[in-house]
């Protein structure tokens, strides 16, 4: 049986997944579940067409079974080098960033 906060992480990636792999390859590079609010904050970084290499913020509410997107900053190219040596949360054979949406 699985643990609450992994029903948690399953549903928030059931709901982020489609969301994020219009950006693909994306990494998962924070995460903090908040058992007490139902919740799992998280940051994702990819290239972004238009800004470059970005980190976004979102937070999954798993009461409401809503994703809540909380900002982005840019980041250098040297962080995205680090970054690129983990494995992708999500990855893709061929990165498509000049078709991805600009949001």
């Known amino acids: 049986m699985k643990s609450s906060e992994q029903v948690m992480i399953d549903r ?18 924070n995460q903090r579940i908040i058992p007490e609010d139902e919740a799992v904050l998280f940051d994702v970084v990819f290239q972004n067409n238009l800004y470059g290499w970005v980190r976004r913020r979102y937070r999954f509410d798993a ?19 680090t970054i690129q040596e983990a494995v992708p949360y999500l990855s893709v054979e061929v990165a498509d960033i000049p078709n991805a949406s600009g949001g």
């Open 12 to 29: 928030r990636d059931a709901k982020a997944k489609p969301h994020l792999e219009q950006y693909a390859p994306v990494w998962l590079v």
């Open 63 to 81: 009461f409401n079974n809503v994703l809540y997107y909380s900002g982005q900053t840019t980041i250098t190219e040297r962080e995205a080098v």
